[in-house]
């Protein structure tokens, strides 16, 4: 089984949940736990979260920052 996190940051129910198998992150739609599924290699994750972060989304970045807590190993 798959533990899926959503960003502590998320104030409603249509955020994206993150969870994370040997390099791959996995993307959800919250609302949609049951629907289609994005992976990623992991380095593509680390250079789309250290992109977000460098132009300064927010509340993207703040959700970035919150995946980076919980998944130091993925951060860039």
Do not use: N, Y
Not at 39 to 57: C, D, M, Q, T
């Amino acid at each position: 089984m798959t533990a899926w996190r959503k960003s502590s940051r998320c104030e409603s129910h249509t955020c994206v949940e993150i969870a994370t198998l040997p390099g791959i992150v996995l993307v959800r739609d919250s609302k949609d736990p049951d629907g289609e599924v994005l992976a990623f290699e992991a380095p593509a994750w680390r250079a789309f979260l250290a992109a977000v972060h460098r132009a300064g989304v927010d509340p993207i970045e703040r959700a970035v920052a919150d995946w980076q807590d919980h998944l130091p190993g993925i951060s860039p």
